[in-house]
Nanobody
Framework: QVHLVESGGGFAQPGGSLRLSCSAS????????MGWFRQAPGKERESVSR????????YYADSVKGRFSISRDNAKNTLYLQMNSLEPEDTAVYYC??????????????????WGQGTQVTVSS
């Protein structure tokens, strides 16, 4: 059974940084694309960034390009999201997700069917 656990959320001031981590277990980590999604109060969950199974391909929402960076350490079964230049609009619950198909680029959001419990990120002065 796939198990995802996020950590690293918290409070930051505008312009600050946070680093999220997602620890995965239950299957062979490096066979599957991974991604970070977020949901703000009153809004639908949206994709923030995704990374292919190999790590060679990444995708970013326009709102975070140039500020956020996704990476994965397959030896540690861990996904990361480095968030810099944080803005109040980044406030949300951040979820780690993974797909149900092996060896994909991670581009298709419909393939993400496994989720962590989420970690709160609050950006405020």
């Amino acid at each position: 059974q796939v198990h995802l656990v996020e950590s690293g959320g918290g409070f930051a001031q505008p312009g600050g940084s946070l680093r999220l981590s997602c620890s995965a277990s239950g299957r062979t980590f490096f066979h599957y694309a991974m991604g970070w999604f977020r949901q703000a109060p009153g809004k639908e969950r949206e994709s923030v960034s995704r990374i292919s199974w190999s790590g060679a391909t990444t995708y970013y929402a326009d709102s975070v390009k140039g500020r956020f960076s996704i990476s994965r350490d397959n030896a540690k079964n861990t996904l990361y999201l480095q968030m810099n230049s944080l803005e109040p609009e980044d406030t949300a619950v951040y979820y780690c997700g993974t797909t149900n198909r092996r060896y994909t680029t991670g581009q298709n959001e419909n393939e993400y069917v496994y989720w962590g419990q989420g970690t709160q990120v609050t950006v405020s002065s």
